[in-house]
């Protein structure tokens, strides 16, 4: 198995405290001189080997515990690598302070400072665990008395302007968008600590609040920065608790459930969707079901789980059968999911599930999807060039290398100046793919044309 390195608490461990891998494996090898253990050669590639999966024997163990000064009694209740988050305090802790409105706005205001991504680490399953249940008690905002008055204008406002970034998002790609959402974020949670509202208002700052922190969560995702995303999701998720709304929460639960799914943690991603459905019913939102409902078939597919994954296929099309048509959405923020984006999730479930040909015809399903929905390609070029990229790799695992050229090729003329790492990254995979077929001329073609 693959392990994400980055993702690794001892990366954030080595990171947090300044070390290098010498260094650090000379401050292990004094505390084994302390501890009267063997002292272990000092070799850099032993980190490398912890990093990538191995565990190091329990005297080593013992001693890096040391280091940080942290019980052997915890080293041996949690095991690798869990133990390490105690070298990290903070880690979990934010996630569970009491969820209250205060701690709401303080979770927000936090999140206008630096972040170093790599002093941070992604939370454990049990701390996200655990927050879901805890949002699930959090009391409502009420009114603000203290401050200069403001009333719905100033929502109607912010929610303007979070319609634009959504769309800019699309367009422009979110390395760009991403400063622009924590600048709207600041603004709000300013807004909500310093003016007077009444509680309709309250609610519905809360709510841009969540919007804003959701949007900076994915963009920061999908330039891969899980760490930070999951400040962004977790403050996102406070927020909609204060603001007492179902779309926010679902959507912002949704989100951060792709992301665990992503980073190697389905079932993680399946509790955080559990209770996303649960929000996702108090909307009323068919599309909103039939959104969940894929997300859901995706974590299934992440983990193996083929029958249950066909099953929340299934129960996402129903669902989406039964909603109006996109531009008749009453919730704004759903405007992205049509036909063509289920097929283009249940593409990748079938790439999960080791089923290309299956995969092929959803990507081939969705050109369909769109004209028969009147979708506006033009507007999604990061979306579209995704897809063009993994149906390009899927005719390359069915041996179609032509095709596959000719699809790559395609990509070139939606990449553009949209600023995204993850497309980026797989489109680099498909080009290195592509390259070692370079005697067949439309790949020497594309290549020519990437170099």
Same mark, same amino acid.
């Given at each position: 198995?693959?392990?994400?390195?980055?993702?690794?608490?001892?990366?954030?461990?080595?990171?947090?405290?300044?070390?290098?891998?010498?260094?650090?494996?000379?401050?292990?090898?004094?505390?084994?001189?302390?501890?009267?253990?063997?002292?272990?050669?000092?070799?850099?590639?032993?980190?490398? #080997? +912890? =990093?990538?999966? @191995?565990? &190091? %024997?329990? /005297?080593?163990? $013992?001693?890096? !515990?040391?280091?940080?000064?942290?019980?052997?009694?915890?080293?041996?209740?949690?095991?690798?690598? #869990? +133990? =390490?988050?105690? @070298?990290? &305090? %903070?880690? /979990?802790?934010? $996630?569970?302070? !009491?969820?209250?409105?205060?701690?709401?706005?303080?979770?927000?205001?936090?999140?206008?400072?630096?972040?170093?991504?790599?002093?941070?680490?992604?939370?454990?399953?049990?701390?996200?665990?655990? !927050?879901?249940?805890?949002?699930?008690?959090?009391?409502?905002?009420?009114?603000?008395?203290?401050?200069?008055?403001?009333?719905?204008?100033?929502?109607?406002?912010?929610?303007?302007?979070?319609? !634009?970034?959504?769309?800019?998002?699309?367009?422009?790609?979110?390395?760009?968008?991403?400063?622009?959402?924590?600048?709207?974020?600041?603004?709000?949670?300013?807004?909500?600590?310093?003016?007077?509202?009444?509680?309709?208002?309250?609610?519905?700052?809360?709510?841009?609040?969540?919007?804003?922190?959701?949007?900076?969560?994915?963009?920061?995702?999908?330039?891969?920065?899980?760490?930070?995303?999951?400040?962004?999701?977790?403050?996102?998720?406070?927020?909609?608790?204060?603001?007492?709304?179902?779309?926010?929460?679902?959507?912002?639960?949704?989100?951060?459930?792709?992301?665990?799914?992503?980073?190697?943690?389905?079932?993680?991603?399946?509790?955080?969707?559990?209770?996303?459905?649960?929000?996702?019913?108090?909307?009323?939102?068919?599309?909103?079901?039939?959104?969940?409902?894929?997300?859901?078939?995706?974590?299934?597919?992440?983990?193996?789980?083929?029958?249950?994954?066909?099953?929340?296929?299934?129960?996402?099309?129903?669902?989406?059968?039964?909603?109006?048509?996109?531009?008749?959405?009453?919730?704004?923020?759903?405007?992205?999911?049509?036909?063509?984006?289920?097929?283009?999730?249940?593409?990748?479930?079938?790439?999960?599930?080791?089923?290309?040909?299956?995969?092929?015809?959803?990507?081939?399903?969705?050109?369909?999807?769109?004209?028969?929905?009147?979708?506006?390609?033009?507007?999604?070029?990061?979306?579209?060039?995704?897809?063009?990229?993994?149906?390009?790799?899927?005719?390359?695992?069915?041996?179609?290398?032509?095709?596959?050229?000719?699809?790559?090729?395609?990509?070139?003329?939606?990449?553009?100046?949209?600023?995204?790492?993850?497309?980026?990254?797989?489109?680099?995979?498909?080009?290195?793919?592509?390259?070692?077929?370079?005697?067949?001329?439309?790949?020497?073609?594309?290549?020519?044309?990437?170099?």
């Amino acid at each position: 198995m693959r392990h994400d390195t980055k993702a690794h608490p001892l990366n954030a461990v080595l990171h947090g405290g300044g070390w290098n891998a010498r260094t650090y494996l000379t401050a292990v090898a004094d505390a084994q001189r302390a501890l009267g253990l063997s002292v272990s050669a000092i070799r850099p590639e032993k980190v490398s #080997r +912890w =990093l990538a999966g @191995a565990t &190091p %024997d329990a /005297d080593t163990q $013992l001693a890096m !515990a040391h280091v940080h000064g942290i019980p052997a009694a915890r080293v041996q209740d949690l095991g690798w690598p #869990r +133990w =390490l988050r105690l @070298a990290l &305090p %903070d880690n /979990d802790d934010e $996630l569970l302070q !009491a969820w209250t409105t205060h701690a709401a706005v303080n979770a927000l205001t936090r999140l206008g400072g630096p972040m170093k991504r790599r002093t941070l680490i992604t939370y454990s399953p049990a701390a996200v665990t655990a !927050a879901v249940t805890l949002f699930s008690t959090a009391p409502p905002a009420t009114t603000r008395t203290h401050g200069r008055r403001i009333g719905q204008a100033a929502a109607d406002h912010i929610d303007h302007r979070l319609a !634009a970034l959504r769309r800019l998002d699309d367009e422009l790609g979110s390395a760009r968008v991403h400063e622009m959402a924590r600048a709207d974020l600041a603004l709000i949670t300013h807004t909500l600590d310093d003016a007077s509202y009444t509680e309709p208002t309250a609610r519905r700052l809360f709510a841009a609040a969540g919007e804003a922190a959701r949007i900076a969560g994915w963009t920061a995702f999908d330039n891969d920065n899980p760490a930070v995303a999951e400040r962004f999701y977790a403050a996102a998720l406070r927020a909609a608790a204060a603001a007492n709304d179902p779309a926010t929460a679902a959507t912002t639960l949704s989100f951060w459930a792709m992301q665990r799914y992503s980073e190697h943690d389905p079932q993680g991603g399946l509790h955080l969707i559990d209770e996303a459905l649960r929000q996702g019913e108090r909307t009323g939102s068919p599309r909103m079901r039939a959104m969940l409902h894929a997300r859901a078939s995706r974590a299934h597919a992440k983990a193996g789980d083929a029958r249950a994954c066909a099953h929340a296929e299934t129960a996402a099309l129903t669902a989406y059968a039964q909603a109006p048509h996109p531009t008749e959405e009453p919730l704004p923020s759903l405007y992205w999911v049509d036909l063509g984006e289920l097929h283009s999730w249940f593409a990748s479930n079938a790439t999960d599930l080791k089923l290309p040909r299956q995969a092929l015809h959803h990507y081939l399903t969705i050109p369909r999807a769109h004209h028969q929905e009147h979708h506006d390609t033009p507007a999604y070029p990061r979306g579209t060039a995704l897809r063009l990229t993994r149906t390009a790799a899927t005719h390359l695992t069915l041996g179609d290398v032509d095709t596959a050229a000719t699809v790559a090729t395609d990509v070139l003329t939606h990449l553009g100046d949209v600023a995204s790492t993850r497309s980026d990254t797989t489109f680099a995979t498909l080009r290195r793919n592509l390259g070692k077929h370079h005697q067949v001329p439309a790949v020497r073609d594309f290549l020519t044309l990437t170099r």
